[in-house]
T-cell receptor, first 118, second 112 residues
Framework: AQTVTQSQPEMSVQEAETVTLSCTYDTSESDYYLFWYKQPPSRQMILVIRQEAYKQQNATENRFSVNFQKAAKSFSLKISDSQLGDAAMYFCAYRSESSHLWGSRLTFGEGTQLTVNP | NAGVTQTPKFQVLKTGQSMTLQCAQDMNHNSMYWYRQDPGMGLRLIYYSASEGTTDKGEVPNGYNVSRLNKREFSLRLESAAPSQTSVYFC???????????FGPGTRLTVT
């Protein structure tokens, strides 16, 4: 079974600075997807960025980028130019490359609470 | 479009009471999911549904039942609530297995 681990329960960053959130995962599969979700106080789960395991290039979405190290099974999220609105709980998630519903379920890490200081 | 909606937003139950959490999506998605979120843990899958009339158990199904009433709606029922079911419940949907999942706003349930 796949597992996802976020070893940083809490992180803080100064506004306009850069912060990196860590995620490691364990799987025996070669094809899969990795995600970062943001959950602000409103509780809404918002997809921040996704990475396909077969792609060597790291995904980027505006100020958000990832460092995907497949061999090390590491998937970190870098937030550049942090803004107050980035404060939230961030979840790393794994999904198998599968057309079956059970195989396509999301497996989440424990979450990292990010605080942005003005 | 409303996306995925959930009712109620908050609920307090006494041990042994029953209730149904409602979820609806207007995106014409085929697959729907129920997750629970507990402090210090990520979301865990309770039940899921590939299509209307089809449901399957997820990782933590004990104490729950579900109904896929039609393509739009997927309800989660607690027949006899227990304090261990105090959690935040999320419904999600996707076009098909393997596609991006869209989440509802969640229901915060407290069982005393």
């Amino acid at each position: 079974a796949q597992t996802v681990t976020q070893s940083q329960p809490e992180m803080s960053v100064q506004e306009a600075e850069t912060v990196t959130l860590s995620c490691t995962y364990d799987t025996s599969e070669s094809d899969y997807y990795l995600f970062w979700y943001k959950q602000p106080p409103s509780r809404q789960m918002i997809l921040v960025i996704r990475q396909e395991a077969y792609k060597q290039q790291n995904a980027t979405e505006n100020r958000f980028s990832v460092n995907f190290q497949k061999a090390a099974k590491s998937f970190s999220l870098k937030i550049s130019d942090s803004q107050l609105g980035d404060a939230a709980m961030y979840f790393c998630a794994y999904r198998s490359e599968s057309s079956h519903l059970w195989g396509s379920r999301l497996t989440f890490g424990e979450g990292t609470q990010l605080t942005v200081n003005p | 479009n409303a996306g995925v909606t959930q009712t109620p937003k908050f609920q307090v139950l006494k041990t042994g009471q029953s209730m149904t959490l409602q979820c609806a999506q207007d995106m014409n998605h085929n697959s729907m999911y129920w997750y629970r979120q507990d402090p210090g843990m990520g979301l865990r899958l309770i039940y899921y549904s590939a299509s209307e009339g089809t449901t399957d158990k997820g990782e933590v199904p004990n104490g729950y039942n579900v109904s896929r009433l039609n393509k739009r709606e997927f309800s989660l029922r607690l027949e006899s609530a227990a304090p261990s079911q105090t959690s935040v419940y999320f419904c999600a949907s996707s076009v098909a297995p393997g596609n991006e999942q869209y989440f509802g706003p969640g229901t915060r349930l407290t069982v005393t």
